[in-house]
């Protein structure tokens, strides 16, 4: 208990806390700055790729670029819908009824489920977004199509460590079962779930909120 009270808070965004909390383990500052951290994600092929899409002429801007308004709206519903299928899950649901014997198996199942969700629309929304961005000015289309590089070569990474979160609330249940009696322990494995995914939803969402700035600044 001394220990966990002198623990450093841990600094970053709220799902990085968030995980560093239920995982618990210290979580030092990086010595490296973004580019050079970026550095470490990109091989060859794909810095090859962004420096053309950043030296290249984009092609001329349509006259027919949707409404960023119209976007926003578009955004912030595909948000909500996926926030409330984390909120409104009755597998999450406080004081839901606990099982004699808890499993962690629906739990996973359900987190595996939210992350496809929140997976195929930010990628189809950074989609739209580029389309967008490509008809608006030449030197939006440029920011598309460095958003579309960073996509290709940041996503395998992205996935691959947003899929250590089942594995990480799973010691977490179990942590909490050895611990606990089911009807108190149980419903806060579930808010912690929940402040996980919606964590990690706001963090998907960054790229999609990137592109609808500069779509409202141009």
């Not at 909500?80 to 909120?87: R, T, W």
């Not at 004699?100 to 489920?113: E, I, M, W």
């Not at 947003?162 to 579930?190: C, I």
């Amino acid at each position: 208990m001394a220990q966990a009270a002198l623990r450093p808070a841990v600094r970053g965004p709220t799902f990085t806390r968030l995980l560093a909390r239920l995982a618990e383990v210290d979580v030092a500052a990086s010595g490296q700055s973004l580019p050079e951290r970026l550095g470490q994600w990109l091989d060859w092929k794909h810095a090859l790729s962004l420096a053309a899409a950043l030296d290249g002429r984009p092609a001329a801007a349509a006259v027919d670029a949707p409404a960023p308004e119209d976007l926003h709206g578009q955004c912030k519903r595909a948000h909500e819908v996926l926030a409330a299928a984390i909120k409104d899950d009755p597998l999450l649901a406080a004081r839901a009824l606990a099982p004699a014997q808890p499993d962690y198996a629906p739990f996973r199942q359900h987190c595996l489920a939210r992350q496809r969700a929140m997976q195929a629309t930010v990628g189809r929304l950074r989609g739209t977004l580029r389309d967008a961005l490509a008809q608006a000015s030449p030197d939006l289309a440029r920011l598309a199509e460095v958003d579309a590089v960073m996509e290709a070569a940041l996503t395998p990474r992205e996935h691959a460590l947003l899929a250590q979160v089942p594995e990480l609330l799973g010691r977490r249940f179990e942590s909490l079962r050895a611990a606990g009696h089911a009807s108190t322990w149980l419903d806060g494995f579930r808010r912690d779930m929940q402040g996980v995914l919606l964590a990690e939803l706001d963090l998907r969402f960054q790229p999609v909120e990137a592109l609808l700035a500069a779509l409202r600044t141009s």
